[in-house]
């Protein structure tokens, strides 16, 4: 396959139109409701399911992060990196660790785009996985554009939910605000994230064409990535 065809994968993949990507279903009616149309209940399942697929698109960051950081001898820091792996692979749907752990990653990938000599640092080791590197950062792309996809669902049930609530209802409007702000959190930084892990998926493009390695299909991508993930 040849470089153009890679940085296509990736373009298309950060744009969200690969065809694996499902639409998530809508918000319906359902037994639990305070006085609006939005299930406040089902919101909250939906909130879990964004939390978990944010999880691990983080998750696979972190994973080719760490391959990327052992290949030019920083182990200390891929070794931090698979301590948050660890992190959110225990508790995938804890928002608190995915917020951490998600500045963690980016923290990691802007580190490695600073790097103007990074290809050549990655040259240098005999044992880069850049295969399983780029494989873990699509499926991160692809979870991110299911998770960001979800997010602006929820923040408009939200909207709506709040909207239809008696202001009576005081502890239904703190939990759809609880879910809101969770959402609008998810929707701002995952846009960023996706910009950073873009540009190192580029520059694993090129290192693996000067090596002639043969890196993962879009279709191996998607496979992989949808049996990562809820909903």
């Known amino acids: 396959m040849t470089k153009t065809s890679y940085v296509i994968i990736v373009m298309m993949l950060v744009l969200g139109i690969s065809s694996a990507l499902m639409a998530f279903p809508?918000?319906?009616?359902?037994?639990?409701?305070?006085?609006?149309?939005?299930?406040?209940?089902?919101l909250e399942t939906s909130s879990l399911v964004l939390i978990y697929n944010a999880s691990w698109a983080t998750i696979n960051i972190l994973e080719a992060s760490a391959l990327i950081y052992d290949a030019i001898g920083n182990k200390e820091v891929a070794e931090k990196l698979r301590v948050g792996m660890e992190t959110l692979k225990n508790n995938p749907e804890d928002e608190d660790s995915l917020k951490i752990v998600m500045e963690e990653a980016n923290n990691a990938v802007d580190e490695l785009n600073k790097m103007e000599d990074?290809?050549?640092q990655?040259?240098?080791?005999?044992?880069?996985?850049?295969?399983?590197a780029f494989l873990a950062l699509g499926c991160a792309i692809y979870l991110d554009n299911k998770a960001i996809e979800t997010a602006k669902l929820i923040v408009d049930n939200s909207?709506?939910?709040?909207?239809?609530t008696p202001k009576t209802k005081v502890k239904e409007i703190k939990r759809i605000k609880a879910i809101s702000e969770?959402?609008?959190?998810?929707?701002?930084?995952i846009p960023v994230q996706l910009k950073g892990i873009a540009t190192v998926s580029s520059n694993l493009v090129q290192f693996a064409k000067t090596k002639g390695v043969e890196l993962p299909s879009q279709d191996e991508i998607d496979e992989k990535a949808s049996g990562m993930i809820k909903g």
Do not use: P
């Open 118 to 120: 990074l290809e050549s």
């Open 122 to 132: 990655l040259s240098s080791s005999a044992s880069f996985d850049v295969t399983n």
């Open 182 to 189: 969770s959402a609008v959190f998810l929707s701002k930084n």
């Open 26 to 42: 809508k918000l319906g009616k359902g037994e639990e409701k305070a006085s609006s149309s939005v299930d406040i209940g089902q």
């Open 159 to 164: 909207k709506t939910a709040l909207s239809e």
